[in-house]
């Protein structure tokens, strides 16, 4: 009866070792098949965007500016016409809503002019060089070009030389010189090629005082047309 209770305790212990065992592969099993459902999950890594530069930033005109000039004029009266070409100088404000206001000085030597002519009696050559303004600016800038009216003084270096032939006392000159102001006014455009040179084109009518002709003063009105070229300091 001793043999037998033992065998039956070992016999129970056994089988609890069994179920143990079971239950352990079975949980082991369990896992191994949920983590076969699930792959394994790495955070993933934020997304990377490419560095984007910054938009370029809007022209302005602000600044002053240096250039050269030439063209061609000629007067309302007459057939008097002739080459121009000298420099100018300047300075630019552009406001916040786009508008552009500046002062510009500029001087140009020409070749305006007429010859009055008798044979053998007399010859006459009128001059208009050197011509100059002191113009203030308005425009309005469209980005890169800046279309503008223009107002201001003008100067006009008046030149008269005649030659009289007199039988029986030989050629007598007489010249006369005078400095003329009055007014000017025109319109142009202006475009910067890059962040420091603009090229431009522009129509200047002056109107000054003319010579004395027999005590009546006369007037001249000298038309011009100008293409130039600046350089921009910012």
């Known amino acids: 009866m001793i043999h037998q209770h033992k065998t039956g305790v070992f016999g129970w212990g056994r ?44 022209f302005s005109w602000t600044a002053t500016y240096a250039g050269i000039h030439g063209g061609g004029g000629w007067l309302s009266v007459g057939t008097a016409t002739g080459w121009l070409g000298g420099g100018q100088l300047g300075f630019n404000y552009q406001f916040p809503n786009n508008f552009v206001v500046g002062l510009e000085l500029d001087g140009s030597f020409a070749t305006i002019g007429y010859d009055v002519s008798a044979p053998g009696i007399f010859n006459e050559k009128v001059s208009f060089s050197p011509l100059a303004t002191a113009r203030f600016r308005l425009g309005y800038a469209i980005d890169r070009l800046l279309p503008y009216f223009t107002i201001g003084g003008a100067y006009v270096g008046y030149s008269d030389t005649v030659t009289f032939i007199c039988l029986g006392c030989g050629i007598l000159n007489t010249k006369t010189t005078e400095n003329k102001f009055g007014v000017s006014a025109g319109f142009g455009a202006e475009y910067a090629v890059v962040h420091n040179l603009s090229v431009k084109a522009e129509y200047i009518y002056s109107y000054v005082n003319g010579p004395s002709v027999f005590g009546i003063r006369t007037t001249n009105e000298i038309q011009t047309v100008r293409l130039g070229i600046n350089v921009l300091l910012h």
């Open 15 to 58: 089988a609890m070792k069994r179920l143990a065992y079971g239950m352990i592969g079975c949980i082991a099993w369990i896992v191994a098949a949920e983590a076969a459902d699930f792959p394994d999950q790495v955070p993933a890594a934020p997304p990377r965007y490419a560095a984007v530069a910054p938009p370029p930033a809007a």
